[in-house]
């Protein structure tokens, strides 16, 4: 398959979302990435990733996230996992005043790859998380426990590459997660759809164990009476081992 038809059905694919949404508020941030997954044995693994997320307008540190997992390999394209992971999320009051919750979560995932044609690696991700929200600095006894699925997918797509293994030279990545609440929504947002983030992005793979990538992530979020479009200039790093 030709790559611009390969890149026309991944963008139709990865990125068509529902025309009835439209965003009353608009941000823009920063986020950066770190992921990592380690092979232990043809079995066992693990895998960690750390993220810094900023607030609207890059003014300020919004959340730091970090997820490490156990890894379990059913088969070379087959992986399942349980995980933890910390997320500190840090706001301000109208006031000016710095609040802080934190959320510490449990998760499980499975994860299928294959490729299209003989190069796009094509990857979908199935994961069950639990919430356990604590309170924040400035409203005290709103901590609660929730429940939420994300379907994840996402394409990289060599450019210029000839071989059946790609392990070297640049590349366009295009994925898409939808997130939906199915425990607990009243405490969330009172609604099934949670969010859905769209990301195109340009990287480089330095050798088979390392790519870097950057590139725009669109992160659409449902709130109880309105919908928020953030913007996000995204830096991210994967390594392999």
């Known amino acids: 398959m030709h790559l611009k038809k390969q890149l026309a059905l ?3 694919l990865l990125f068509v979302v529902p025309a009835k949404l439209r965003a009353q508020d608009n941000q823009f941030s920063a986020w950066g990435a770190l992921f990592h997954t380690q092979k232990l044995s043809n079995r066992w693994g693990y895998s960690f990733d750390g993220q810094l997320r900023s607030h609207d307008e890059i003014s300020y540190l919004k959340h730091i996230l970090l997820r490490p997992s156990v890894n379990y390999y059913f088969a070379k394209n087959k992986v399942g996992a349980l995980g933890y992971a910390y997320i500190a999320t840090y706001g301000r009051t109208p006031a000016g005043d710095q609040t802080f919750r934190p959320e510490h979560r449990t998760w499980e995932q499975f994860i299928y790859s294959h490729k299209i044609g003989k190069d796009v ?14 309170n924040t600095a400035a409203t005290k006894n709103d901590h609660y426990f929730a429940q939420r699925m994300r379907y994840f ?3 990289v797509v060599p450019i210029g590459n000839d071989s059946v293994v790609f392990n070297k030279g640049p590349f366009v990545a ?6 939906v609440n199915i425990h607990n929504k009243q405490k969330v947002n009172k609604h099934f759809f949670d969010q859905n983030r769209a990301y195109v992005a340009i990287g480089y793979r330095i050798n088979k164990m390392i790519d870097v990538e950057t590139g725009y992530l669109n992160q659409y979020i449902k709130q109880a009476e309105s919908y928020t479009l953030n913007h996000v200039a995204q830096l991210a790093f994967y390594t392999r081992f």
């Open 10 to 12: 991944a963008a139709i």
């Open 121 to 134: 690696a094509m990857q979908h991700r199935f994961r069950l998380e639990q919430r356990y929200l604590g």
């Open 153 to 155: 997918a996402r394409a």
């Open 174 to 179: 295009l994925q898409n997660e939808v997130f």
